[in-house]
């Protein structure tokens, strides 16, 4: 979820605030909190429920440009402010559901080279399953401890040294 916040949403945002502000900074300089400052600054896209609200504010009926900046705003907050780096299956499918429709209203709005989308797609389809994550944590476990075992040979193995006589 991370590479999305931090990819393509930022993106969405950059793209948005790309045509009302001429001398923008390069991309890789622009964070969201940056992006959605400068988009709150300029006031042309309001939020249904005004700037800066929860997401209990934010209806499913709300599908302005404004609505999806701060539904922007609230996944990004909630991926960096998170106390754990776990996002349950639910949640994850919740946030991807939210993030494909904004997704579509601002890709056609923004009328990107390339779709953000495809771009979503190509990173989900690199996602990782939790067999493939169960797969390498035990590889790595038995290199592990394959590498103490031999260190731990290694260690008290101590040749002598022969004595050479002046």
């Given amino acids: 979820m991370g590479l999305i916040v931090l990819n393509i949403l930022a993106d969405v945002l950059y793209d948005l605030l790309r045509p ?17 400052r400068n988009l709150r600054t300029l006031n042309r896209n309001i939020p249904s429920n005004q700037w800066g609200g929860d997401w209990q504010d934010i209806q499913i009926t709300d599908i302005s440009i404004g609505d999806d900046i701060e539904r922007i705003r609230q996944i990004r907050n909630e991926m960096q402010h998170s106390t754990t780096f776990n996002l349950h299956d639910t949640r994850f499918m919740e946030l991807c559901n939210i993030i494909v429709d904004l997704l579509k209203r601002l890709q056609q709005h923004n009328k990107p080279s390339r779709l953000y989308t495809d771009h979503l797609n190509d990173i989900l389809a690199k ?40």
């Fill in 20 to 36: 009302d502000k001429p001398h923008l900074p390069p991309r890789c300089q622009c964070d969201i909190p940056y992006l959605y």
């Fill in 127 to 166: 996602t990782i399953s939790a067999e493939d994550v169960t797969l390498v944590e035990n590889e790595t476990d038995a290199r592990l401890e394959t590498a103490v075992e031999v260190e731990f040979e290694q260690s008290t193995y101590v040749p002598q040294r022969k004595n050479k006589k002046s």
